[in-house]
Structure formats: C-alpha cells, structure tokens
C-alpha cells in the first residue's frame, strides 16, 4: 500500500472515487475552489444510482425553499429529524443541517446550476413534517448544452438496462439532469479531470497519511486528500450476507460492490452497521432483475398465505421494510387499470412480456388466481372481499390506507378513500412482489465533517467518504424524498470544506 519507490502517474489536490450526487458535488466544490480534482469512475459511464433516480434533493432551509416561498427552515427539519431520529446521529445532523443551505448557495452560484422545489411529501408524521415536502429537482438540461460529454451520463434504467444510450429527442431530466449539470460545471471550471472505466483498487500511504489512490493500473496523488463516494455494497452477494433482498433486484447499476469501503478497511478504517439499504418494494422482471414500484393506485398486496399484510401506499422503504418476512408476495388487481400495472414501476415491463413470463398471472376468478400463486384460495377471496368492504366505506380498517398525505398524494381512485380501489372487475391479475433496494447504506464510519475513522475513532489523515459508502446518519429510517442524494451531497462538500481548510 505505501509503495513509495514507485513514481506517481498523476498528481492532484483532489481525487474523487465515484460519480454520483456525492462524488460530483465533491468534485465539483473542490474545482470551482482552485482544486486540480479529477473523478475516477469504474464504469464506462458517469451518475451511478444517482442517474437512475427522481433526483429529489431533500437539503432544508435553503434558497430553493426560499424562493418557492415554502414555511419551511432549518429548525423546522430539525424537529422533524430529531422526532423520527431522538438523539442518534445528533453530531451529524447537525452537520447535515448546516451545510444543506451552503452547498446550495455554492451550487447555484454557477449559472449552469439551478434548482426548483416539486411538492412530494416527507415519509413521516412527526412534527416538522412538510406535507407537500421540501424537497428539490434540478432543471431539465438539454443535450446540447454539454455536447459530446452527454454520452458519459448514465441514462434512464430502462434504456440503459437495453443497451440504449439517451434518447437524442428528450434532455436530460431527473437525475441524468442532476448528474449532467455538475459534470458539465465541474468541466467548465477548468480544473477538472473525469477518468470512466477507472475503478479504485488500493489507498496509498505515506507517513499514515492517505496520499492517493491505485485505480485502473495507475498511480494518482492526491495532495489534498482522497473523497471515497462510489456508492455502496449492493451488487455483490457475498458483502450483502445476511441482508435481506437479493443483489439481483437492487436498483443499483452492477458497479456497486463496495470497493471503496474494502479498499479503506484494508488500511484500518471502521465500518458501522452494515444490515441496513433504502428498501423498496420491487417488480419481478422477465430477465430476473427487479423494478422500482411505487405510487400504488390500486391493488392490494398478499404473502404466501394469501393475506394481506400492510398499507400498500406506504412510502416505499416503510413497505420495503413492511414485506420483510412476507415474500414472495404479489400484487393483486382487476381490470380497472386495463391489464396495466396500478403503480409506478421502472423500468418495468410490458405486460404481455410479464405474462409470458410468468412473473404475473391472469385469471378470470379468484379461485383460478390463487392456485396460479399458489396461496390458498379462501384466504384470497376472504381478503379481496374485506378490502372491497373498506373501499365501499373509505376506510382501512385493518391498515389505515388513505389516512396520509402520501398515501394521497397518488391515489386516483374515485370513491370515498381514493386510495381504495375495489378489486372486483375481472379478469383478475397477480404480479409478483420482491424486496428491492436503492442501494446499502451501511459502510465507512465517518466524523460530522466526513473523515472517515479508524476503529479507535480517530480520523484516517487525507481520507473522507460520503454517500452510500458511509454508514447514513438516518440508521434505519428514510425520513423523506432525496435524502440519500440530499445528505451525499451534504457530507461531500464537508469534506472538501475540511480539505481546504487544512491546507
């Protein structure tokens, strides 16, 4: 690891492992300072995760809110945080709470970034809670405005999963939006370097300091110090061990193996819980991978034994966390949707594909649906009709679905709960139900200002990490939209902050 003999390959203030939220932000901070930064990224393309998703961006108390004209502050998030969170983590949001207004204000100083608030409800009644959320999107970024460099960015699942670059009639949106905005930023500063198809392998050390890295067969110093944002664990089986799941219906592009964290482990850095991920309920696919599923509209969700077990229009970690111990489980629903899906699911597939498949069934009564399951068929036919009886009074009973402001935020039925929906239409339709993930959020212990610690706690000299490569702040809850790329974002400039300031 030390290796001193060796010549270095390059040299620069900063080097960044990773290309998502985290590591563009941190990127991009570091090289709009007068930082030579360059961004090593072990897949051929840029955004990770990151590029997949909405591109909620859940950072309180900043202009965006401001401007939006939201009752919202930073001491609002924090009763909200400390009511879902009581006392763990304090130092670190406290961290995240004060850096979410700066790395804003930081960001948009460049002209080629701004943001805008979209309502989406936080995921917990707690006080402090913003019904209609405060969380944020970049704009829409058409693909001319970063020309040629457009190619590096991830596009949407679907299309990159087929094999597909972006669709030259559509801009950048989302989190491919996200993503295009901070590289195209970290490009314009004139200090910034992108290496794809470089994965980091080995920290090098000096005098107990990291002094740079080994990625990709080469040698590069970082005399600043190296950010370690490269997602998490979720791709590799053998580091999920016991995790609930399975590496093959995580949401994550197939990069994600914890490389950085094993990378820092191997020079004694401690790792915190590591049973953790942002969960949601996934879609079976045909080709045996999984889509993100949300917004139920309709429907109602059943385990092996027929019954059904939650509140399907709970935020999706909350039934992520919900279906644990009840998969497999299928999604049961009529023919009011018209033989589609009653949800959000990407990327999804068509349903002529998934009954073809076998990854959802069709049948004219309920009888006939259940053997297909294989659950018993009076437990599906006594539950689908105690949920119709909820639907013709407007309430769950069992559940209390349609009692949220997310639970209504996508409901789209038209009785007196418009989350319920009876099923009662036939031909009768079953998907199967799997527990998916965003990614692990389990990994490298980190201090408030994201140098990563040793096991006696002590910072590793030259070492920071963000994002899905720590071990979150918000232990086992997802307290609302964009947190995950709102906190990588947050920690990742702590960390250049602290770079600077230790010049």
Known sequence: MGNAGRDWDDSFDVVVAGSGAGAMTGALVAAA????????????????????????????????????????????????????????????????????????????????????????????????????????????????????????????????????????????????????????????????????????TELIIEDGRVVGVEAGGLRLRAERGVLLAAGGYENDAAMRGDLPGDAAWTMAPGGNTGDAIN???????????????????????????????????????????????????????????????????HLVFDSRSKGRLPAISLPGASPADNLEAGTWVKADTLDELAEAIGVPAAALTAGVERFNGFAEKGVDEDFHRGEDPYDTFFAAGDGPNPCLVPVDQPPYYAARMVLSDLGTKGGLRTDPDSRVLDASGTPVPGLYAAGNTTSSFTGAHYPGPGIPIGSAMAFAYRAVQDMKAGA
């Open 33 to 200: 300072s007068g930082l030579r930064t360059v961004i090593l990224e072990k897949t051929d393309l840029l955004g990770g995760t990151s590029a997949y998703s909405g591109a909620s961006i859940w950072l309180p108390g900043t202009q965006v809110q401001q401007r939006a004209n939201l009752d919202d502050s930073t001491e609002n998030a924090r009763t909200y945080l400390r009511a879902l969170l009581g006392d763990d983590g304090e130092a670190h949001r406290e961290s995240f709470l004060a850096a979410a207004p700066e790395v804003v204000e930081f960001l948009e100083r460049d002209p080629v970034i701004e943001f805008k608030w979209s309502p989406f409800p936080d995921y917990f009644a707690r006080p402090g809670r913003m019904d209609l959320g405060r969380s944020f999107m970049p704009l829409d970024l058409p693909l001319e405005e970063l020309g040629d460099s457009a190619a590096l960015v991830r596009p949407p699942v679907d299309r990159d999963r087929a094999g597909k670059g972006h669709d030259p009639s559509a801009p950048l949106q989302q989190g491919r939006a996200l993503i295009g905005r901070l590289l195209l930023a970290f490009l314009n500063s004139g200090n910034g370097t992108v290496r794809t198809g470089t994965g980091l």
């Open 263 to 329: 990378a820092a482990t191997r020079i004694g850095a401690a790792t915190g819980p590591l049973d953790q991920a942002w969960w949601c309920p996934g879609t079976a696919d045909p080709g045996g991978r999984a889509s993100f599923t949300l917004g139920f509209r309709g429907g109602l969700m059943v385990d092996g034994t027929g019954t059904r077990f939650a509140n399907e229009s709970l935020p999706y970690d909350q039934m992520g966390r919900a279906m644990m111990g009840h998969v497999p489980a």
